[in-house]
């Protein structure tokens, strides 16, 4: 079993950058991908980045692609999403989580932090 905390979430004004880190416990961690998604209020729960347990291989969603980018760090039985260029509509409560495949839709993955909030001023 893996359990994710997220952190790192703030205020931010549009044009700014954070790095969101996921910490996960236990000794499993660098068999599992690792995505993050993010939901605004009153949307859906969306696909933003995901990347292999040897971090070889990484996916964005198209709506960061260029701004966003997720790295990890297995050592630290870490994972991070920095963000640049950050708009207001990147706004949204960001969740890491775990799966034992690399893909992109919610229902793939098995773990899940308990969110960190981002907010993008203008």
């Known amino acids: 079993q893996v359990q994710l905390v997220e952190s790192g979430g703030g205020l931010v004004q549009a044009g700014g950058s954070l790095r969101l880190s996921c910490a996960a416990s236990?000794?499993?961690?660098?068999?599992?991908?690792m995505g993050w998604f993010r939901q605004a209020p009153g949307k859906e729960r969306d696909f933003v980045a995901a990347i292999s347990w040897s971090g070889g291989v990484t996916t964005y969603a198209s709506s960061v692609k260029g701004r966003f980018t997720i790295s990890r760090d297995n050592a630290k039985n870490t994972v991070y999403l920095q963000m640049n260029s950050l708009k207001p509509d990147d706004t949204a409560v960001y969740y890491c989580?775990?799966?034992?495949?690399?893909?992109?839709?919610?229902?793939?993955?098995?773990?899940w932090g308990q969110g960190t909030q981002v907010t993008v001023s203008s």
């Open positions: 236990g000794r499993t961690f660098s068999r599992y991908s």
């Open positions: 989580a775990a799966s034992s495949r690399l893909v992109t839709a919610s229902g793939g993955y098995d773990y």
